[in-house]
């Protein structure tokens, strides 16, 4: 997922450079001083936009529970990180991989009483369940064979949870995992 933003954001900005550079070389006469404004002025427009920031800030445990409040399992050879989110919370992220299963478990402070997906996971799912729970608390769960994915919201705090897993692995396999991390924030009130 870290990738993937990466990613993208590269690509967007280079095509945005590309873009900008084609339009200035086009817009150039036999002037070298005009050729040479507009190509520094397609230039620092590329460079402006490659210096947006990235809301994936990289961290430790602690790092991540001192900027989002949301203090997420230790997890042997887990990678911490949060997103910082226009307007919202930010989200808490522990990536793992156990086998060849790479796995996220976010959390994110919310007001309301329903859950919201924070996962970052879009699949066409195959088959989904209101049906489960982690600990007392209802969850959801989705699975398609690229990826699966449980949902659960705690009410108490107000904090949104999810655990996703790609490629997809069973769902009962899943909400074990999920079952095995979750402490409830508010202790076992």
Known sequence: MKKKLAAMTCVFACVLALGLTACGQSA??????????????????????????NPLVE???QGVLDATGMDLPEIDGATYSY???SGESPIAQAT??????????????????????????????TATDENAQISSLPAKTYFAAEASLVTWFDVVP???????????????????TAQSYYTPAQGDA
């Open 83 to 85: 997103i910082n989110m």
């Open 59 to 61: 961290s430790t445990h």
């Open 28 to 53: 150039t006469t036999s002037n070298s001083s005009n050729a040479t404004n507009t190509n520094n002025t397609a230039s620092n427009t590329a460079a402006n936009t490659a210096s947006i920031a």
């Open 158 to 176: 107000g904090i949104n949870y999810s655990l996703s897993a790609i490629p997809g692995v069973e769902i009962f396999d899943l909400v074990n």
């Open 96 to 125: 793992f991989t156990k086998g060849s299963t790479e796995y996220c478990y976010r959390m994110q402070s919310a007001s309301g009483t329903t859950a919201t997906d924070i996962s970052g996971v879009y699949q066409t799912w």
